[in-house]
């Protein structure tokens, strides 16, 4: 009966065989393997989060203890982003040279060593030599983290595992507000050295779990080593196909013939550690390269310009600003902590299904709405100081957990995940580190210069400064940044190049796709 009423509808021949266009194969379960590569990974950036959370804090009471000016306080808060800057720089090059997997236990190494400085630190001249160590170990922490993270992970889940990076600073963000108030009631002179000590602990862990973790299969096929590159790939790809498709690709990348198939081979001299790099990236860039540099410098650079460091190391000053009570203060930063921690959830489990640019948008339009909002509620407040407006503040209270809801849902961990996806392996390290040096010099910037920028323009009009900035981030987004969801990390060129025109060369992709999709879609279709 079903074959005549197939015949009946024109069509001839037994019961037809699905085509494979209008049932597409299961979506892969999530490669666990690469999850826990990632978690591993990423763990590291607890010490950032954890350094930035307890600062803020912790410079209360140092400011006490150590009896230093605001300009002081302002160097020592930030001054650490700066620091970064050396080690996110030294990263790309330590990376090639050691692997990725013992750059990021040389950071963690490093750190402890710089926990341990400021915990014992007897002055502000012996805290600034912690803060630099402290410093050099988080801009390799930065760097390294989502590059390794991307380079093991499968295109069908990098965005949701790179996001991880991002959810571990949250996550150590949140511990730093806890220890602040956990440890506050300590005498002064002992409570802000051991918030800022405690930070050697995790470092410890993390250096040893770093080492049960593999190589990164791109950095073993930039030293030649090709069966422990597919040995690493089989166990993080979601099919076997899969994993021969990135070793092909990666070996296409790193200039290795398609027919080399020996467990160890020679890699063209210029791929093996980064010769010639800078040239390409710097002085001589394709158009393509061009494009992938300004998208991932820019992404960073508004990530940090919008304010972001400024909320979350001086909240207590925000919150005391607005009206909150001094015994109240570090309590509403632990909110502050729990809210951003939760909020990035939100791009952990989307961003690869609702896509980077979508999120991206989003985020940085509520940003926007939470900074104007909070900018005129604290110029209210300052206004009419007297009278104690209990709506000003309880709009300011508001804005502050809306911005940092808004930012780590979206351009808190995308601005990770795009950076260290876009640009070519060759370039991958070394675009990766600019991308992060600009992300710590603006931070350095924003958080070294706060104080004095609200005494100069009040502490609402510093926050309308950031939402104006914010506005042209938005703009920047919109018009230079295509998707990448969904692309292997070799296919990444092909989207960059036309700058404001990569919309008619993402068109022209899909048509191509299209056309190259074995014709599939377009049986039993029949206008004639």
Not at 39 to 67: H, P, R
Not at 239 to 260: C, F, H, M, W
Not at 298 to 304: A, K, L, N, P, T
Not at 458 to 485: D, K, N, Q, S
Request: aromatic content about 10%.
């Amino acid at each position: 009966m079903a074959d005549r009423k197939y015949e009946e509808n024109g069509f001839s021949g037994e019961t037809p065989t699905p085509i494979p266009a209008f049932d597409p194969p299961p979506k892969p379960k999530r490669n666990k393997f690469a999850f826990a590569c990632a978690i591993l990974a990423s763990m590291t950036s607890i010490l950032l989060g954890y350094d930035i959370g307890v600062m803020s804090g912790a410079g209360i009471f140092i400011k006490e203890d150590l009896k230093i000016s605001d300009v002081q306080l302002e160097i020592v808060m930030g001054v650490l982003n700066l620091y970064s800057l050396l080690g996110s720089c030294a990263a790309g090059r330590t990376s090639d040279w050691i692997g990725r997997r013992y750059t990021i236990v040389l950071a963690s190494v490093i750190f402890f060593a710089g926990s341990l400085l400021m915990g014992f630190a007897v002055n502000y001249a012996f805290l600034m030599v912690g803060r630099f160590v402290a410093g050099i170990a988080v801009g390799y922490a930065l760097m390294i983290a989502p590059v390794y993270t991307a380079e093991v992970s499968p295109a069908s889940s990098r965005g949701f595992l790179t996001s991880f990076p991002e959810v571990f600073i949250n996550i150590g963000i949140l511990l730093g507000y806890v220890s602040n108030v956990a440890l506050s009631k300590l005498p002064t002179h002992l409570g802000w050295r051991l918030m800022l000590g405690i930070g050697a602990i995790p470092a410890v862990f993390l250096a040893i779990a770093v080492l049960a973790m593999p190589e990164s299969p791109r950095w073993l096929v930039l030293q030649g080593r090709l069966s422990d590159a597919k040995r690493v790939l089989d166990k993080t790809s979601d099919s076997e196909q899969e994993s021969q498709v990135r070793l092909t690709d990666i070996k296409d990348a790193a200039g290795i013939p398609p027919e080399s198939h020996d467990d160890i081979v020679q890699v063209p001299k210029l791929s093996s550690h980064g010769e010639g790099v800078w040239k390409d990236l710097l002085l001589r860039p394709t158009p393509a390269v061009r494009h992938i540099l300004i998208a991932g410098v820019g992404i960073h650079f508004f990530q940090q310009t919008s304010g972001i460091d400024a909320v979350v190391l001086y909240s207590p000053k925000i919150f005391e600003k607005a009206g909150i009570s001094k015994k109240h203060l570090l309590l509403a930063t632990v909110a502050v902590g729990f809210i951003k921690t939760l909020s990035i959830l939100v791009a952990t489990f989307f961003v690869d299904r609702v896509g980077r640019r979508r999120l991206l948008l989003v985020s940085v339009g509520g940003m926007i709405v939470s900074l104007a909002s909070l900018g005129t509620s604290l110029m209210v407040i300052d206004r009419f100081k007297e009278d104690k407006l209990a709506w000003a503040v309880a709009l300011a209270v508001v804005s502050v957990l809306a911005f940092v809801a808004m930012f780590s849902m979206g351009l808190g961990p995308i601005a990770w995940i795009y950076s260290s996806e876009i640009f070519p392996l060759r370039l991958r390290a070394q675009g990766t580190g600019i991308g992060v040096g600009v992300n710590r010099v603006m931070s350095g910037v924003i958080s070294m210069t706060f104080i004095s920028l609200y005494k100069a323009v009040t502490i609402g009009g510093a926050f309308l400064i950031f939402m104006a900035v914010a506005v042209v981030g938005w703009l920047f987004i919109y018009l230079l940044l295509p998707e990448t969801r969904g692309k292997t990390l070799e296919e990444m060129q092909n989207l960059f190049g036309g700058l404001f025109r990569w919309r008619s060369t993402m068109r022209e992709l899909e048509k191509n796709a299209d056309v190259n999709g074995n014709g599939q879609v377009q049986l039993g279709v029949n206008h004639g």
